[in-house]
């Protein structure tokens, strides 16, 4: 059976049961178990280097609206395959909250898939 992670809708963060719900048998809760693993890459792979782009550099990226695989490819996987680093941007987001979220997560570049 693979795994099945579940995630709360808490506006707090809070796990399914730290916000007072059950969980399914055989699932794990992402609140006080996943949100604390340490992001890991474990190095270059022969397919990574297929993705690099012309312009895209070993930086830390701010992404959001990609809308094909293509794009997806480009605006993710290309600064991971430069050696850089991405931050997901999902939904809509005012440019004041992307400022606020880029100074936050040390990002000096910005892709917008749109």
Known sequence: MPDCVVVSDDPFGRGVVEAGGDLPVGTVDFGPTVRFYGDAYFGDSPQ???FTEPGIGAERY???N????EEFTT????????GGSVVVVAGLVSAER????????KATRFIDGQ
Do not use: Y
């Open 48 to 50: 990574l280097h297929t």
């Open 62 to 64: 701010l992404v959001q």
């Open 66 to 69: 990609w809308h094909s695989t």
């Open 75 to 82: 605006s993710v996987l290309a600064p991971i395959a430069a």
């Open 98 to 105: 992307l400022q606020d979220i880029a100074r936050t997560e």
